[in-house]
């Protein structure tokens, strides 16, 4: 995979921009844990600032509802079961971050213990970046 990120299908009604993205280190961790749980998804539920932590289910193992905004699909199956990986967010949370693109990477250290990667000595955290367009 070249050393870009991977934008998110658009999923929001009326917008025709991404607003998440994975770097090539998520995709990639992201690859070693579908072949481990089978297809997953993302909830982004707190935090105020980079660095907060998406937490990563094995998909429909956290129940979304009406409180929930479904921000991006993401297309990582290389090889894998063709189903998109889901990006959600509280929508609590969407009101706070809505001016925002926010970047799904990987670090050292361990996530928390509900999130399928806290095994592996990595965890998911954002990055953020303002948008430079009116939402």
Known sequence: MPNQRLDAAVTLPGENFSRVALTPEAVELLQKLWRQHGPLMFHQSGGCCDGSSPMCFPAGEFITG????????????????????EFWMSREQF?????????????????????????EGKRFLIRSTLMDWPV
């Open 95 to 119: 009101e706070y971050w809505s001016h925002t693109h926010l970047t799904v990477d990987v670090v050292a250290g361990r996530g928390s213990g509900f999130s399928v990667e806290s095994p």
């Open 66 to 85: 009406d409180s929930d905004v479904l921000l991006g699909l993401f297309d990582i199956s290389d090889g894998l079961k063709p189903e998109p990986l």
